[in-house]
């Protein structure tokens, strides 16, 4: 069988809801690389956040990559290093963030260590204790940055539909500032660079690794991983995912994240 590789999004995907990655995942992924296949985290976390769960699934030899940020940063788990990154420009900041606060959101962009915020709030609380970072509440984070951050991202834990106005609101900013927005889940709000996804990192990855798409799958659950679901030979979508997620999948998972979605998919499509 030849060598296939499987992107897999971490939060409503890999990890069930306690932020764990269940035995029977742990167990096929193992099973998978045992038989030359791979499994590339491909998330929309930061990579400090990201390399817990690398080290977690012991990805830390010759051909284990992850995708982070949603496309902006790929990164060699055996060398440590970053093999590419992009950026939004520093220069859009200021405006996205007090946009963000007219509609009461939180916004927050990042550094290579950890995340810039200017205030302390629920929101900062909540995201760095589900995704293990570090946080810096600055008076004002524009005179702090002096380099394109890989994202903003705005949250609400409560009211999706916020957001969604707040989307409405940023279109003709975003369109002259060339940004793409998308929801990661319905608390978080990302801005990144046009043309920069999950689905960019899967074509520069498989191109820098000469991987054929044919031989590629992808496994998500929210809007953030459809750029990734269309760029794969076999899109799979999880159980758990909105069912608006359901049609950009050739296969919906019969498990949801807490029951091991993705064993199941490595069994039958990867697996002799």
Not at 14 to 30: H, S, V
Not at 60 to 81: F, Q
Request: aromatic content about 10%; proline content about 4%.
């Amino acid at each position: 069988m030849e060598k296939k590789i499987l992107f897999v999004d971490l939060d409503g995907t890999l990890l069930d809801d306690n932020k764990d990655i269940t035995p029977g995942n742990l167990e096929a992924i193992q099973k998978a690389a045992d038989q030359g296949h791979a499994v590339v985290i491909t998330t929309g976390r930061p990579l400090y956040s990201t390399i817990f769960q690398l080290e977690k699934l012991h990805m830390d030899k010759p051909g284990c990559y992850a995708i982070t940020s949603n496309g902006a940063l790929i990164y060699d788990a055996y060398t440590r290093e970053t093999i590419f990154q992009t950026g939004v420009d520093r220069s859009y900041i200021r405006e996205a963030f007090d946009e963000a606060y007219k509609f009461g959101l939180h916004p927050q962009t990042y550094s290579d260590h950890g995340v810039l915020c200017e205030r302390e709030d629920p929101e900062i609380q909540y995201y760095a204790k589900s995704t293990l970072v570090t946080y810096e509440v600055l008076e004002d984070v524009t005179k702090a940055i002096t380099w394109d951050p890989i994202k903003l991202l705005f949250i609400d834990l409560h009211d999706r539909e916020k957001l969604e106005k707040f989307r409405e609101h940023m279109v003709p900013w975003s369109k002259a500032h060339h940004i793409d927005m998308f929801f990661s889940c319905d608390q978080y709000l990302e801005f990144l660079p046009e043309g920069i996804n999950k689905g960019s990192g899967i074509r520069w990855l498989c191109n820098y690794l000469n991987v054929p798409i044919e031989n590629t799958l992808a496994a998500g659950d929210a809007e953030n991983d459809i750029a990734m679901l269309q760029a794969v030979k076999t899109p799979c979508v999880m159980k758990n995912a909105r069912p608006e997620m359901y049609p950009y999948g050739v296969y919906i998972t019969e498990n949801d994240n807490n029951h091991s979605g993705i064993a199941e998919i490595i069994q039958k499509f990867m697996l002799d």
